[in-house]
């Protein structure tokens, strides 16, 4: 299989060489691959907020796809090296898209980060982890953007934008394959074409496949086996002089195996049920842009489907507990309205007054089946233990039998969210001062309608000789409205070669449901039949905390953001970032779980913390005759508390917040020699190194991952239309873990992945 995949990637590259001519000023490689990304003025910024990212009023990440090729990424989730106190792990399936960002961050439920692709914000997390293609900026904001962007973005907002074909000034065609370890394949084709300066195309198509890197001891499979493919289809138009319009369809197929995880005593992947993810996600989009003298309007519209489906054995054990699937069916819609009265990507030099208004709307309608099923083993030592604790404590010497092999749980959900936004900025300029003011106001109606239900067969020894069933179902609607004031409030001056600023804002995370719970709610209200239809009262049968229906609605999370910092560039191609914040957390949304040996989980507004934090990082870009490179290092520190946390058992003001690491340390270097001869025109040399921890795993601070670090290496061969790579990740092989948890008293772990190699060809003609 191995011959097969390197014999297809030696033909792609010789098909490649002696492909046509292509038309006179085609560029090369290393021009398609430039170290700065040149676009139109209007173009300059992908962000609403439409600031130079080395004037702005808080800290931006700009990746081009120089940096995207140093590092391979082909993910959102595998930029985390390149931003500094940014966190996103492979928590073992592309559903888990987990974020961490200057201490805030969440395992389930709702994100800390926006994701904008092409002006298009991604409506759940789980479409995060997607397959980037063609991309030809990210730029990452840190810190609350919510006067902007709204909901879900008080850590930051990621923007992707992709080639528009008019920003082409020629046809352009793309190839690139990849091998690695564990047989990894990654294929990927596109096509552009500025047809007429009125009217262009494109479209691309990408797929993946990897055996895994984590084996099953139970029957030897590996875990996280998968395949992906996709694509975009891309077509602009430009009806006169003012109207830019752009639509596009984006589509993307997944389906893998999943949850890797390794119990904490043995180290070992054991565990007797199938679990993987399947994802399917089709976003079509429509943006339409008017620019005449004085003002701009930008409208974006999108329409998201997705339908996903995971199966997990919830117990992670090779023991018959209990397992878990759940299927999502999405129809989700966005509008954005933007009007301002000039571009704020490039300020006129005598305008001392700018400003935005925009309004914005969305609907987000699941229907979810998230059924859970106990096997024997489970109904015994789950259900049966919990019942028969309180019986014994009246009833010594009898007991509840149930004579069910197995109790599915049935769990159907329709929840619903609807909103809408209206938002202003202000921006003055005296002189050098800079002073923004922006504020929005955000409406979300929030529903629920549930539907769980199960059937049990059961005996009574002391007074029954006979099974009886009992039928248990809780179903009903909840409701709820959020109305969020969003304010903002920078101020900087700006010099030559240097900028100062400092800020004040308010962010905040959407509130919701735990669909995640009703396992545990119904499980409680079956005791509390068998009790009834037995005819006693017991006490201590069921757990009430988790009985309620209630206890499933959490409200938004709110966050005040103080930042201080600036941007320097002390010398022609250096530019030196740093800054201090502070972030005070209110109604934090906490991961918690009820006691012993249960199987819900669910988000609740259980904490209050603040955090402490600073950032540093320095990006060097040269050229001197046949050489150049560039060489950026970044340093991150959060120091993330409680303030108050008590879920029951402890408290636990004052320790860390649990899967946010405390210092996170990255460097890249790379130079590039232009040789300058036919048969090789230029030679790149990368290496990029990282230390991440201490991670905190859990409140009680008793369990962490110490400080790691991670080497990553790569050297390319440059000819004319044609790129040749060879990577390595984790070329020191470090041991180190991404993901803890606790599940029915047993801890699990996710160990990092081990050492990979591969080899990249890519083509442009």
Not at 16 to 45: K, M, N, Q, Y
Not at 183 to 191: I, L, P
Not at 310 to 321: G, H, L, N, R, V
Not at 680 to 706: F, H, K, S
């Amino acid at each position: 299989m191995k011959r097969k995949w390197l014999t297809y990637g030696i033909g792609l590259l010789m098909a490649s060489r002696i492909a046509s001519a292509a038309p006179a000023g085609t560029p090369s490689p290393s021009e398609i691959f430039p170290e700065e990304v040149e676009l139109p003025d209007v173009e300059i910024s992908v962000s609403r907020t439409g600031q130079k990212p080395t004037g702005s009023q808080s800290q931006t990440t700009v990746i081009d796809p120089r940096l995207l090729s140093e590092t391979q990424a082909l993910t959102p989730k595998e930029l985390s090296d390149l931003v500094p106190n940014v966190y996103m792990p492979d928590y073992g399936s592309a559903m888990t898209g987990s974020i961490y960002i200057r201490g805030l961050g969440s395992r389930i439920n709702e994100p800390v980060m926006a994701m904008v692709v092409d002006g298009v914000p991604l409506m759940d997390k789980n479409m995060y982890d997607h397959a980037m293609q063609d991309v030809v900026r990210i730029e990452m904001l840190r810190g609350p953007q919510a006067s902007l962007y709204g909901r879900n973005s008080p850590a930051g907002v990621m923007e992707i934008r992709t080639i528009r074909p008019l920003d082409l000034t020629t046809q352009l065609t793309r190839a690139e394959i990849t091998y690695g370890s564990a047989n990894t394949v990654h294929a990927a084709a596109s096509y552009y074409r500025p047809h007429t300066d009125r009217f262009g195309f494109g479209f691309a198509a990408h797929y993946r496949r990897t055996d895994g890197f984590y084996t099953n001891l139970y029957d030897g499979s590996r875990v996280d086996h998968g395949q992906q493919a996709g694509g975009r289809l891309v077509f602009e138009g430009r009806p006169s002089g003012l109207w830019r319009i752009t639509g596009g369809v984006y589509a993307d197929w997944l389906k893998q195996g999943a949850f890797p995880y390794a119990s904490a005593l043995t180290g070992s992947i054991c565990y007797n049920h199938p679990a993987g993810y399947g994802r399917m996600v089709v976003i079509p989009s429509l943006r339409a842009g008017y620019k005449a003298d004085g003002y701009r309007l930008d409208i974006t519209a999108a329409y998201q489907f997705l339908r996903d489906r995971m199966e997990m054995d919830q117990d992670y054990t090779a023991a018959d507990i209990f397992t878990l699937t759940q299927a999502q069916h999405q129809h989700n819609a966005t509008l954005d309205v933007l009007l301002q009265n000039s571009d704020l990507a490039l300020p006129k030099v005598d305008g001392h007054y700018q400003w935005q208004v925009g309004v914005s709307g969305f609907a987000k309608h699941n229907t979810m089946a998230a059924p859970v099923t106990f096997m024997r083993e489970g109904i015994g030592n789950i259900i049966l233990a919990n019942a028969n604790a309180g019986i014994r404590r009246v009833f010594p010497d009898d007991s509840i039998a149930i004579r069910n092999n197995t109790i599915p749980i049935a769990d159907d959900f329709m929840l619903f969210n609807a909103g809408g936004a209206i938002y202003h900025q202000s921006h003055f300029r005296f002189g050098g001062w800079h002073l923004n003011a922006g504020v929005r106001i955000d409406y979300e109606f929030a529903s629920m309608d549930y539907d769980s239900r199960a059937e049990v067969d059961y005996r009574f020894t002391m007074m029954m000789s006979d099974y009886a069933p009992v039928q248990t179902r809780v179903a009903g609607r909840k409701e709820a409205h959020y109305i969020q004031i969003l304010p903002r409030l920078a101020l900087s001056y700006e010099a030559e070669k240097w900028s100062v600023y400092g800020y004040a804002a308010k962010g905040y995370k959407a509130g919701g449901y735990n669909p995640q719970i009703f396992s545990t709610i119904t499980q409680n209200r079956m005791m509390d039949d068998l009790a009834a239809d037995m005819g006693v009262h017991l006490t201590g049968i069921s757990d009430p905390r988790y009985s309620d229906v209630a206890v499933t609605a959490y409200k938004p999370e709110k966050d005040w953001t103080f930042e201080i910092g600036g941007h320097w560039r002390p010398a022609e191609g250096l530019t030196v970032d740093a800054d201090l914040f502070h972030i005070q957390c209110y109604d934090q949304q906490v991961t918690v779980f009820p006691n012993g040996k249960t199987t819900g989980r669910m988000m609740a507004n259980a904490a209050r913390s603040r955090i402490w934090g600073a950032e540093i990082a320095a990006q060097y870009r040269w050229q001197k005759g046949d050489w150049s490179g560039i060489a950026d290092i970044h340093y991150g520190w959060t120091d993330a508390r409680f303030i108050e946390f008590n879920d029951g058992i402890g408290d636990y003001a004052g320790n860390h917040i649990p899967y946010a690491p405390l210092h996170t340390l990255r460097g890249l270097c790379s130079v590039q020699y232009r040789v300058g001869k036919p048969w090789l025109q230029a030679v790149r040399v990368g290496i990029r190194g990282n230390m991440t921890g201490p991670i905190y795993w859990n409140e009680q601070n008793d369990c962490r991952q110490g400080l790691y670090a991670l080497l990553n290496a790569h050297i390319s061969f440059e000819w004319r239309y044609i790129q040749v790579q060879l990577w390595g990740k984790n070329l020191t092989n470090t041991r180190y873990d991404v993901f803890y948890f606790r599940s029915m008293g047993n801890d699990f772990l996710q160990h990092g992945r081990p050492v990979e190699l591969g080899v990249s060809v890519k083509g442009d003609i």
